[in-house]
């Protein structure tokens, strides 16, 4: 049975153009900038098939130049909705460089000298070297999304790349070329075909990709503290969780600080909770602002926070700790304009060999703590 490529190209665009609407509805609602470059790369394709499908009815400019490079903007696009999904940088002027490049090519080889087989072949290695890059960026998210979620995009991109080279490969070694795509071997058009359809595979990856981004904003905002911004308690026990098997398999040193607002209540009582909630969030800011970017701090709960450093000995963690209590605690402005400062205090403790949690190391922190109040509060007592 003989493929008519016209008709696969338009049923294949067909296809691209319902996934197109539907990915685009989402996107005017979401917002996302990822969505909006997976939309316009689904619409360069419907756009590059439909001229394709039109060989031979209109202008070669159109159904054979701007076609290919409507395809390699569906590419382009793909890539760049990936780096604007994990905030990666996208090189803008070497895209549209290496779309105008292609433009260029695609003219000489069309009206230049007319050569069917080097378009095949510029355009399918530009195919392999696009897929292989998009599943490249991709691979690298593996730990933040899971293979659950990566596996459909990567698996369609890796699709793409191998029909690109099997397509270079029949170009080679045909003894008797085809003069345009129409009158492609059959071998060819099942590749084309199987590309539509690994690009209809892909379309269904983006919407993967997106369900997994949005999972992840609940899952890190499930493990957030929306007063401070720091981890609650849910999150620093999983990241905490992850040093502690660190800690265990490589020995560093892990320092524990246990925090407290001293007289918190009365700060609300006198103040208003308005106040209280500001000295809340100011002390998160003092915490990212003072603490190494790669320490853990949250709020436990109440007036209290603590903090993990991890590679730090106790005299380190207790100069960290002194550094918090002298910055600036001024929170706000008082009726009259007077500063509003609060104090804390802190205890601070190591893990031990024999420890069989981290939780022993923060209550030893938190005995320190208790011993900080009852000398007269705004210290740092070692446990």
């Not at 003989?2 to 296809?15: D, E, I, K, Y």
């Not at 470059?37 to 098939?49: D, E, I, N, P, Q």
């Not at 995009?153 to 170009?171: E, F, K, N, S, Y």
């Not at 909630?277 to 007036?303: F, N, T």
């Amino acid at each position: 049975m003989n493929l008519h490529l016209p008709t696969v190209l338009l049923f294949a665009g067909l296809l691209t153009a319902v996934i197109t609407l539907g990915l685009g509805l989402l996107a005017w609602r979401e917002r996302r900038a990822y969505l909006l470059h997976w939309t316009a790369a689904l619409v360069t394709t419907f756009a590059g098939m439909l001229l394709f499908a039109l060989r031979g009815t209109a202008p070669d400019l159109l159904t054979v130049v701007m076609a290919n490079v409507l395809l390699l903007g569906n590419l382009l696009f793909t890539l760049s909705g990936y780096q604007r999904l994990f905030d990666q940088p996208v090189p803008v002027r070497a895209m549209l460089a290496l779309a105008v490049l292609q433009f260029g090519v695609y003219a000489w080889l069309t009206f230049g000298v007319d050569d069917y087989s080097s378009r095949v072949l510029v355009f399918n290695a530009t195919l392999v070297a696009l897929s292989v890059a998009s599943a490249l960026v991709l691979r690298q998210q593996s730990r933040r999304l899971g293979w659950a979620v990566l596996a459909l995009p990567i698996g369609a991109h890796l699709v793409q790349a191998l029909l690109g080279l099997v397509r270079i490969g029949l170009t080679l070694q045909s003894t008797e070329p085809a003069t345009n795509l129409m009158a492609a071997s059959q071998g060819h058009v099942v590749a084309i075909m199987l590309n539509s359809l690994a690009a209809m595979a892909l379309a269904f990856g983006f919407l993967s990709l997106h369900a997994g981004d949005l999972l992840e904003a609940l899952e890190q905002q499930a493990a957030t503290d929306p007063l401070t911004g720091l981890a609650n308690r849910r999150g620093f026990d999983r990241a905490l969780a992850n040093e502690w098997e660190r800690h265990q398999r490589r020995g560093s040193p892990l320092a524990v600080i246990v925090i407290d607002i001293d007289h918190f209540k009365q700060i609300n009582d006198t103040q208003g909770h308005a106040a209280g909630d500001a000295a809340l969030r100011h002390l998160g800011q003092v915490l990212r602002k003072h603490l190494r970017p790669y320490d853990l701090s949250c709020r436990l709960g109440g007036e209290e926070f603590c903090v993990v450093e991890t590679d730090t000995d106790l005299e380190g963690a207790r100069r960290s700790a002194e550094r918090l209590r002298q910055s600036d605690l001024t929170y706000g402005q008082g009726p009259q304009g007077q500063a509003l400062s609060m104090t804390i205090s802190m205890g601070v403790a190591l893990a031990h060999a024999g420890d069989q949690s981290p939780h022993d190391a923060i209550r030893r922190a938190d005995a320190a703590l208790y011993r900080a109040k009852q000398a007269g509060r705004n210290r740092v007592e070692v446990g």
